[in-house]
């Protein structure tokens, strides 16, 4: 069964497909869903973004409920080297969506992370281990690379 969760999800991610809900799924399968939410503090009218991990899950758990969880992601121009792995980013079929993957040399899908709210990504860099995302909107996520599921965010930084 594993293998064939390997396979599906690889053969996803060749075709441009990504589950298109605020996660990270993981070339096994395992999906870590995300609460993603936004504050305003109406005395200063300053935006807060926050995603965290919300709990464990599984393609096939996700696909019992909805066939239609994939959406179309482009990679945009540009990638980073990270060791063994190269990052690439984009956006989503929506203008609200964007992601940031990791894949060996060969294209094989490490993980990647999808973003509901993110618009698309333009560009990357990491610093200290840690990749920095910049959306379109200016918008800055930055995930730990030891533990991809520390995640901040940072509007109009």
Same mark, same amino acid.
């Given at each position: 069964?594993?293998?064939?969760?390997?396979?599906?999800?690889?053969?996803?991610?060749?075709?441009?497909?990504?589950?298109?809900?605020?996660?990270?799924?993981?070339?096994?399968?395992?999906?870590?869903?995300?609460?993603?939410?936004? =504050?305003?503090?109406?005395?200063?009218?300053?935006?807060?973004?926050?995603?965290?991990?919300?709990?464990?899950?599984?393609?096939?758990?996700?696909?019992?409920?909805?066939?239609?969880?994939?959406?179309?992601?482009?990679?945009?121009?540009?990638?980073?080297?990270?060791?063994?792995?190269?990052?690439?980013?984009?956006?989503?079929?929506?203008?609200?969506?964007?992601?940031?993957?990791?894949?060996?040399?060969?294209?094989?899908?490490?993980?990647?992370?999808?973003? =509901?709210?993110?618009?698309?990504?333009?560009?990357?860099?990491?610093?200290?281990?840690?990749?920095?995302?910049?959306?379109?909107?200016?918008?800055?996520?930055?995930?730990?690379?030891?533990?991809? =599921?520390?995640?901040?965010?940072?509007?109009?930084?």
């Amino acid at each position: 069964m594993m293998n064939k969760t390997v396979n599906y999800i690889q053969d996803k991610w060749e075709k441009g497909f990504l589950p298109g809900i605020d996660c990270i799924v993981f070339e096994d399968g395992k999906i870590i869903i995300a609460n993603t939410y936004k =504050t305003i503090d109406y005395n200063t009218l300053e935006n807060k973004q926050y995603w965290f991990p919300l709990c464990d899950t599984t393609i096939e758990s996700l696909e019992n409920y909805s066939d239609d969880i994939w959406t179309k992601v482009d990679i945009f121009n540009g990638s980073i080297t990270h060791g063994n792995e190269k990052i690439v980013f984009g956006d989503g079929s929506m203008g609200n969506e964007g992601f940031v993957a990791s894949t060996d040399r060969d294209n094989q899908l490490k993980w990647a992370i999808f973003f =509901t709210f993110s618009n698309p990504i333009l560009k990357a860099e990491i610093v200290n281990n840690e990749l920095i995302c910049i959306s379109e909107l200016e918008t800055k996520i930055s995930i730990h690379l030891n533990n991809v =599921t520390r995640i901040s965010i940072s509007e109009n930084y």
